[in-house]
């Protein structure tokens, strides 16, 4: 099952790097998600009415190129059913100059009353990812209370994959300003880019969940550093974790760069030790 669609990025789409935000892109591969829904029979209103809801398992996402504002993106979507309601969701989004921007893999299962939903069975091996690996006890790591807001709920009285890569790209923030500092780094003539990354959900919050976030660092390489989080629910059960991939760029030079040296000094405490 494939389909193609195109949409057009806005303003209110792009981060502070004035780039179109990771979140952008899981909500455009929601629309390619939904319109392979429509196309098989089960438009929106459907699903709510049949309590078909696509409940997210694993995530990948990989960042090609920067998209800006004010362009057209075409989304490829392709879904792959398997036994158990399971679907795997293939999304490559290409900019306007038909260059691949981003890579996009999802893992659903279905949460549904009834049995009308055959198309959603299908082959039996199902192609999970490695597990992301458990927090090792090594180091610190910064914790933070976040409450799940209720408003974030979507139409089905659920939470889309895009609220939990809202509450990590929050645990990003939070870890550069309160550890790594955003105007220490900036004078070291750096900055970070989000390169890509892999979110393994256990659950979906529950409405209105006063969680803890905690975050750490993996460990830091020559160019890059990977950034480890987990979302623990009210009952000390972990809902979501991730781990994602952090470039070293020159502000001056608008390229790839080491580490800054002084960078490990500053996260040393928090980062694991293998």
């Known amino acids: 099952m494939k389909n193609s669609l195109f949409i057009r990025t806005h303003i209110f789409d792009l981060d502070w790097n004035r780039h179109v935000t990771s979140r952008t892109y899981e909500r455009f591969s929601l629309e390619g998600r939904h319109a392979i829904l429509t196309e098989n029979g089960f438009p929106t209103q459907k699903c709510m009415e049949d309590g078909l809801v696509l409940i997210p398992e694993y995530s990948q996402v990989r960042f090609l190129a920067q998209q800006f504002a004010n362009v057209n993106l075409k989304i490829n979507t392709e879904a792959t059913p398997f036994r158990e309601g399971i679907i795997f969701w293939d999304h490559k989004i290409y900019g306007e100059d038909d260059k691949l921007a981003c890579e996009l893999t999802l893992i659903t299962r279905s949460e549904k009353r009834g049995d009308s939903f055959s198309f959603l069975y299908g082959e039996d091996k199902i192609p999970y990812p490695e597990s992301i690996r458990k927090f090792s006890e090594s180091s610190k790591r910064l914790v933070h209370d976040y409450y799940i807001l209720n408003c974030d709920m979507n139409c089905f009285w659920k939470y889309s994959p895009d609220t939990i890569w809202k509450v ?18 900036t004078s070291l003539d750096t900055t970070c880019f989000f390169m890509g990354g892999k979110i393994q959900y256990a659950r979906m919050p529950l409405a209105g969940e006063k969680t803890k976030l905690y975050t750490w660092v993996e460990s830091v390489e020559k160019i890059r550093f990977y950034i480890r989080q987990d979302l623990v629910g009210e009952n000390g059960d972990i809902i979501a974790s991730m781990r994602d991939e952090q470039l070293f760029v020159s502000i001056s030079a608008s390229r790839p760069r080491k580490a800054p040296p002084d960078f490990f000094e500053i996260v040393k405490d928090y980062v694991e030790i293998r």
């Open 168 to 185: 990590f790209e929050e645990g990003r923030w939070l870890f550069f300003r309160e550890i790594i500092d955003l105007n220490r780094i």
